[in-house]
Every structure is written in structure tokens, then in C-alpha cells.
């Protein structure tokens, strides 16, 4: 299966959230080929992480298509471990869920970078996920220090090591990995080139498996639910990552936050 998503980070009002969903299920509506989830192997799964504010309406303009078969998942940008109590300005895991998330994004480099996320607090979050039922969607990264230097398989590996290991692998077959190199994110970023890519997504594969039946290994015990690769993706280099061996789904910033980019993605995804 290959999973096809976009968190809009700081970005929509409600108006403009409601538009971009309205818009997205009339999309599904008229070219079901678009979200093919339940279709095996070749099958696609959309999805999409407003910011908190913006969850619920997002449900609510998708209807029938948020979380269902031929619909979009619907996620948050990010959750507290524990499930209620005093912590001001956090929101839970079962909050997200209430609002429409099935999905939890954890560990994105802004919040490791910006807002101290750790890998210990990224450890909790992904065991709050799972312990709600809910998908965390685990993202590892190295800066360009470390590529330079030659580390990034290494150091993508210890992240993701950190919040995975030890778990079941029924848990973990719950859980996404998105490798978004932070050199490569963002408007200061630069796309990667799929050259670049091979040696962590190749170690990645090696260690935590996949969703594809392209990749050796994948779907196995241990195997995480899929790879995703994400940073500067657009409708011009969406195909070749894609094409990448191990790579299961890309998760798209600045390209997917007007709808028709996100549409384009799903259909090179669906091609
Ligand atoms: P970008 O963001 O596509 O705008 O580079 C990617 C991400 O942060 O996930």
C-alpha cells in the first residue's frame, strides 16, 4: 500500500480548511481511483493533518470519506502522553481522536528542534498513540552536519530505535515512518536527490520492514505499517520517490496545501 499525506503545519482558518475538505471529497467523489486503500498492494491512502482547530471541520466537510475505506485518514499534527490533567496548551491523544484523527503525527523535526520534543517524550507519544488505537506517524530526520559527515542511516536508525524498540510487532505493524531529512524540508530546504536516499531508506527497510511487496522483507514480523519519505516533494519529483524501492508513501507540506497539488500527488500515486 503506498500512503499519500500532507500536515499543513501552522497554515488555514476554518474557512479555508473547510474549502480544501469540501474540495477533497467532491474530488473522491468524482474519481474514486484517487483513495484505493482496500485494493492491496497498489492500493493508495490519502491523508491529511489540519491543525488542531481545524480537525473536526475537516471531518465534518469529508463526511463518509474521513477515516473509511476509499476515504482520507484524518490525523494531528501532535499529542501529549498522557490523557488528561493539568498541562496547558497540550491537546491528547483521545482529544485528537475525538476531534476525527486516526492517525498521530510524532517527532516532526520543527517540534524536535522548536519545542524541545525529545526521544523520550517522542517514545511516550508513540505509545499514547498506540494505546488509543490510534496510528502514530513516527518522523526521523538527520540535519546536514550529518549527512555530511556520512551519518544519516546511523542516526535516522537511533531515532527510530528509540521510539520503536521493544515494542510488540502487533504494535508496531500499527506505526508509519516518515524519513524527512531536515536539509530538505521547508522553503530553506533543498529536494533530495533519490541518490541520496538509497543508504537511509535501504537501512530503514533493513531494520523496520515496510508496507510494499516490492521490498524484500516487507510485511514481516517486526515490519513497521510503511516508509514514507517527505521534504520539498512535488508533482515533479513525486513519481521518482515513489519509484524508490523502499519507499511506501510521501508526506507533503507546501506542495499539498492547496488542494489541486495534493490532487496531482494522488493521481502520480494512482498512475
Ligand atoms: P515540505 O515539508 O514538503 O514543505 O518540504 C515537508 C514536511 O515537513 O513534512
Known sequence: MRWIGTSWKM???????REYASGLAAALEKN??????????????????PPYTALAAVAQE??????????????AQNAHWEDAGAWTGEISV?????????MIEIGHSERREHFAE????????????????AMP???????????????SAEHILAQARAALEGLADSQRARVLVAYEPIWAIGASGRP???????EPFAALRAEFGGSTARGAGSGGAGSVAG???????????AADLLAMQDVDGLFVGRTAWDLAGFLTLLEIATA
Open 137 to 151: 506517524l513516527l518522523c526521523v530526520g538527520e540535519p546536514a552536519e550529518v549527512r555530511d559527515a556520512g551519518g
Open 118 to 133: 525529545s526521544d523520550r517524550t517522542v517514545r511516550l507519544k508513540v505509545e499514547a498513540a498506540l494505546r488509543h488505537g
Open 94 to 102: 483521545p482529544q485528537a481522536m475525538d476531534a476525527g484523527a486516526t
Open 11 to 17: 497554515n488555514k482558518t476554518l474557512a479555508e480548511a
Open 62 to 75: 469529508l463526511g463518509k470519506n474521513a477515516n473509511s475505506e476509499g476515504g482520507v485518514q484524518l490525523g
Open 192 to 198: 533530495a536527490e533519490i541518490h541520496e536516499l538509497e
Open 32 to 49: 474514486t481511483r484517487l483513495s484505493t486503500a482496500g485494493a492491496g498492494e497498489g492500493g493508495v491512502q490519502p491523508f491529511v493533518i
Open 227 to 237: 516508509l514514507l519519505y517527505g521534504g520539498s516533494v512535488n508533482v515533479d519529483n
